[in-house]
């Protein structure tokens, strides 16, 4: 069994660096010396309880995210509040975050604020909570939008279809890039695109995301969705533009 310092040591550098900072730049936002964190990242000490739950809610994460071995899994991918502020200052496009996360109703505020106008949740992290959090990220003057799994009947989320920004469709499942298309996901597509035509509500974008790229965007548009999430297909490409533009075309 991998050491507990080490899978902290693995993921607080993952953390770190997916969110572009330096080990100097992370202690002085948890108010410790960048050696502090050299022996965490080097798996020679781990920090105590009350520092733990610090580092996840600066990364929004949570607690069983930082101490879970990944090592055996597609790779993990996670952006945090700092990615956030400094993506706000220079994008141009509205900024959707989409939480991977249990309690997203504890990081809606944050991530708003961070300069994220699009947020959306899973459907699995707050079920009958799912209308009051809707409520919360709308409160923020934020559209607020609906996750599925692909092993979540649809069904579930037709109750809140009257009130939600917009939906998302996983074609994968969430947490992790690379995985392939899931093809029965078009059929989920359609099946919301169904339900919204008939409570009136057309016009509520559709998210799919998960395997997404060229060689099938002109399908996943023709069962309906209207905002294709391309990660590895773009980042892993030759030209990411001319993958982002194929997309488009299609």
Known sequence: MTDLKQIFAANLQTLR?????????????????????????????????AVLKEIGSLFGVTLDNLLSDHTNETEPYSYG???????????????????MIVHPEKYVERFAKAGATWISFHYEAAR???????????????????????????EAIFPLLPKVDYVVIMSVFAGFGGQKFIPESLDRVRAVKARLAQIGRPEV??????????????????????????GSSVFKAEDPVQAIEQMRKA
């Open 81 to 99: 509040f700092p990615v956030v502020e400094a993506m706000a200052k220079k994008a141009l496009k509205p900024l959707d975050a989409h939480l």
């Open 128 to 154: 009958e909570q799912s209308a009051d959090i809707i409520q919360q990220i709308q409160d923020l003057g934020v559209k607020a939008g609906i996750v599925i799994n692909p092993d979540c009947p649809v």
């Open 205 to 230: 974008p559709v998210e799919i995301d998960g395997g997404v790229g060229p060689g099938n965007a002109a399908e996943v548009k023709a069962a309906g969705a209207t905002i294709l999430v391309a």
């Open 17 to 49: 660096q997916a969110n572009g900072l330096t080990q100097t730049e992370l202690g002085e936002k948890l108010n410790y010396s960048d050696k502090a964190v050299s022996k965490w990242e080097r798996g020679e000490s781990i920090p105590d309880a």
